[in-house]
């Protein structure tokens, strides 16, 4: 009598997990190492810290921002914008690696035709004014105390999710 979890002389090879690769550029997954969540959380917890003293969370700066009263907000997108232009230059120019020395590739855009950047930015800019959060800093109004801020949260989670489910019968 043979079981199921005995070996036989006999027996074909066990199956294999059929693998798949990834959508995108990348053929491999990175893996996480030990310490990389706690590395991840520091930088998370410290970025939180930085919008939190430039008041880049603040409902008032951003109602500022959106009734033209105060250069603030835009001094910060600004800069911020900035440095992720020259950022990506010197990326490109210099072939910057990754910390695991990985070849950081920056694929072209392709910009679509039509009216769904307006609409989308629309949507996003008019959620943002009434909200008066960015999608962003929620993290970080969550922590800072402002719990009330677990419902745009969850509903930010709920489209992403709906916008998933959705996407492919969506024109791009």
């Known amino acids: 009598m043979t079981y199921l979890d005995e070996p036989t002389l006999n027996a074909p090879p066990a199956p294999r997990a059929i693998e798949t690769e990834p959508a995108g550029p990348s053929k491999a997954r990175p893996v ?44 910060i997108i600004g800069f911020a914008v900035a440095v992720a232009a020259v950022s990506v230059a010197l990326i490109k120019r210099f072939g910057v690696k990754t910390l695991r020395s990985e070849a950081i590739t920056i694929a072209p855009k392709e910009y679509s035709r039509g009216y769904s950047q307006i609409i989308g930015g629309t949507l996003f800019g008019a959620g943002w004014a009434l909200l008066g959060a960015c999608p962003g800093p929620l993290y970080a109004l969550i922590g800072s105390g402002v719990t009330v801020m677990l419902v745009p949260l969850l509903g930010a989670i709920a489209g992403a999710w709906i916008y998933g489910a959705l996407r492919p019968r969506l024109p791009h």
């Open 32 to 75: 996480m190492r030990p310490g990389d969540f706690a590395l991840y959380l520091l930088v998370g917890a410290f970025f939180g810290i930085v919008l939190a003293k430039s008041e880049a969370i603040s409902w008032f700066r951003i109602q500022e921002m959106f009734r033209f009263q105060s250069f603030h907000m835009y001094g």
